[in-house]
């Protein structure tokens, strides 16, 4: 490790014109973070000391999210998209200021595992120049095919538009990662030329003038899904898809019960504890935290939310960010909680929208009851104390304050504060006319028949 301090080089200055996006490809995103930043955190895992990513010039978003990622990571421009070869040049201080190994890593192939790039390093280790990531592509239709001879060394890597015949029948295809231990890198890159079908520097072609120096160039093999390159909108949709396949096989592995886990939607940063059950149509956004024992029931929609340990959350919850449900707390249908606490036990059970508040322990807040935290201008504070209870279709408007044990009577519009234990009732008084409906009715049934 020390020894060979990695370095790994991260391309994104391609144009994505198959994406047919005003976005930076780099920047879709894949279970709630941008490809970018899956990869940078992959190339984190995997041991790098020193990050490198290559953009294009006016790509000031995806030089943003990458410094935001990876604060510290050195970032090159690449003037002219004149094929990935040159990209890796275009890093050429960093390769020439780095002695040690040197990983590529395409950011648009998000699904590489970091355990796949150990393994990369492992076969430098064991006396490769050059190890490349093969695949059997169940689908090899542009992707690099890797020529590999008896011995099992790469002869070459042959782009899709430049292969005859027979080598487009090779399955075993280009993953994109590279892994380099040569003295001269950026040597190496300066002899690749741009005779071929699309005339740009392909940084696959340093495997053939390798090979021909007498270098050791391996392959080491992965899996179809980590090499998935996403190029297109359906290619950005199949890689979403095994991320949450992995993702819902990790959380039932630790422990989770998902009832229809194809149903469920998962982020890239979502924690579920054990025995946590989580019914069908589920979507977790980034920044879910789901506590050992708790219950989400069908057609729940969060992010940035903690639900506490053996809470009972939906059916047809919405949690916005800052929400904090508190241990053993009730959420029902229609609830919509933002930026509040429910503490241990407090219940909301039908049509709610609690935003900008605290729910003392074990209060209950009736059906219907808005927290008014919004004047127009700014957002203001509702307290509710422990054991209040908040009778149906009542209105909170912030700031204000009810105090613990204190009771709401139902349909008041509280806008003074409520002392602890006292009673607040909002409402004119109820008008009663004994016989009145009878009266009415017969009046009307006359003057019905009559017409
Ligand atoms: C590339 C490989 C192919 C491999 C496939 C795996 C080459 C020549 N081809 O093809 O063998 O099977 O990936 O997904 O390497 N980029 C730049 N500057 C450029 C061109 C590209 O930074 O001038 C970046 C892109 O942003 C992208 C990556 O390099 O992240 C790969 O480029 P892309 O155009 O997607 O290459 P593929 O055609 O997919
Ligand atoms: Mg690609």
């Not at 095994?242 to 998962?266: C, D, I, K, N, S």
């Not at 053993?328 to 039908?350: D, S």
């Amino acid at each position: 490790m020390t020894e060979h301090p990695l370095l790994i080089v991260v391309l994104a200055a391609g144009k994505g014109v198959r994406m047919r996006s005003a976005i930076p490809k780099v920047l879709h995103g894949i279970a709630g973070r941008s490809m970018l930043a899956h990869v940078l955190a992959i190339a984190h895992s995997a041991g790098a000391a020193k990050l490198a990513l290559v953009v294009a010039p006016g790509m000031e978003a995806v030089r943003a999210e990458a410094a935001k990622a990876a604060p510290g990571i050195d970032i090159f421009e690449q003037e002219t998209q004149a094929g990935t070869g040159h990209a890796v040049l275009s890093a050429r201080p960093a390769l020439e200021r780095h002695r040690g190994d040197v990983i590529v890593l395409f950011a648009d192939t998000p699904l590489v595992e970091p355990a796949t790039l150990r393994r990369l390093i492992a076969t430098l280790d064991g006396g490769a120049h050059i190890a490349a990531l093969g695949f059997e592509a169940p689908d090899v239709n542009g992707y690099g095919r890797l020529i590999v001879d008896p011995d099992g060394r790469v002869q070459a890597i042959r782009e899709d538009r430049d292969a005859t015949e027979a080598e487009r029948r090779i399955g075993l295809c280009n993953a994109g990662a590279m892994g380099f231990r040569v003295p001269d890198l950026a040597g190496l890159l300066g002899r690749i030329g741009n005779r071929n079908a699309k005339n740009e520097y392909y940084l696959t072609d340093v495997v053939e003038l390798a090979a021909a120096d007498g270098l050791v160039t391996r392959q080491v093999a992965c899996a179809a899904e980590e090499a998935l390159g996403v190029n297109s909108r359906e290619q950005l949709a199949a890689a979403e898809a095994v991320f949450q396949g992995r993702a819902r096989r990790r959380a039932m592995e630790q422990g989770a019960t998902l009832v229809a886990p194809e149903t469920v939607w998962l982020s890239f940063d979502t924690v579920i504890g054990r025995d946590v059950i989580i019914e069908p149509n589920v979507f977790l956004g980034p920044g879910v935290v789901v506590e050992e024992g708790a219950h989400i029931m069908a057609n729940c929609h969060m992010v940035g939310a903690h639900i506490g340990k053996g809470a009972r959350v939906g059916p047809f919850a919405r949690f916005r960010p800052g929400t904090d449900i508190g241990e053993r707390a009730r959420i029902g249908n229609f609830v919509e909680v933002k930026n509040a606490r429910l503490e241990a036990g407090a219940k909301a059970n039908h049509l709610s929208y609690i935003g900008d508040g605290r729910v003392g322990e074990g209060a209950n807040i009736g059906a219907g009851t808005i927290f008014c935290n919004y004047d127009g201008f700014n957002k203001h504070f509702t307290d509710v104390g422990k054991g209040a209870f908040v009778g149906s279709n009542s209105s909170l408007v912030a700031p204000v304050r009810i105090g613990d044990g204190a009771y709401i009577g139902s349909g008041s519009v509280i806008s003074k504060d409520v002392a602890p234990d006292a009673l607040a009732l909002e409402r004119s008084a109820q008008e009663q006319r004994p016989g009145w409906a009878a009266k009415f009715r017969t009046l009307m049934g006359r003057r019905k028949k009559s017409a």
